[in-house]
Antibody, heavy 120, light 110 residues
């Protein structure tokens, strides 16, 4: 059974870097699929952050691209998210998810999410 | 700036049929937008309902169906039930490897 699980600090100070990791189990990232991040600010809708492939091909939300990096680590079967220069607007639930890009063209496996609060 | 539009809210009677739509601010939605639909109850992880326009996810009841209606993607619930009351989001491909979620539709069943 394929599972993804987010981890990382729940509190980040303004102007610092938010770093999260998504561990993949039950499936090897090198076998395919894209792997992505989605966030949801309190009381708001879902926001696509970006997706990465084990080959290194990565796509980002244009509005976040200047601050966001998503990196696959196939040796540990995980991928990470870094968001630089965070502000209160980056406070959100962050989900990692698997994205099937050939036939289904959608997120099919979701993590439980991790709450990140930006505050001093 | 590409905006994906959804009705902010919708209401349906139990047993009734409702169609939620998903559009683009500056273009038509087609199968090449690869629309997918997600259901989310408060405090829970999103659940994938529909892949690539009209492929129902495993375990999703048959009363949920996806399609293209005119220039929008559509999610139809036929025979709505009380536990269908939640938020629904669509996701569209807008080119260049970029995907955009709609703002969500809050469905009330009453």
């Amino acid at each position: 059974q394929v599972q993804v699980q987010e981890s990382g600090p729940g509190l980040v100070k303004p102007s610092e870097t938010l770093s999260l990791t998504c561990a993949v189990s039950g499936y090897s990232m090198t076998s395919g699929y894209y792997w992505g991040w989605v966030r949801q600010a309190p009381g708001k809708g879902l926001e696509w952050i970006g997706s990465t492939h084990h080959s290194g091909t990565t796509y980002y939300n244009p509005f976040l691209k200047s601050r966001v990096t998503i990196t696959p680590d196939t040796s540990k079967n995980k991928f990470s998210l870094n968001v630089e220069f965070v502000t209160a607007a980056d406070t959100a639930m962050y989900y990692c998810a698997r994205f099937e890009s050939s036939v289904l063209r959608a997120f099919d496996i979701w993590g439980q999410g991790t709450v990140v609060t930006v505050s001093s | 700036q590409t905006v994906v539009t959804q009705e902010p809210s919708f209401s349906v009677s139990p047993g009734g049929t409702v169609t939620l739509t998903c559009g683009l601010s500056s273009d038509s939605v087609s199968r090449r937008s690869y629309p997918s639909w997600y259901q989310q109850t408060p405090g829970r992880t999103p659940r994938t309902l529909i892949y690539n326009t009209d492929i129902r996810s495993s375990g999703v009841p048959g009363r949920f169906s996806g399609s293209i209606l005119g220039d929008k993607a559509a999610l139809t619930i036929t025979g709505a039930q009380a536990d269908d009351e939640c938020e629904y989001y669509c996701l569209l491909y807008v080119g260049g490897g970029i995907w955009v979620f709609g703002g969500g539709t809050r469905l009330t069943v009453l």
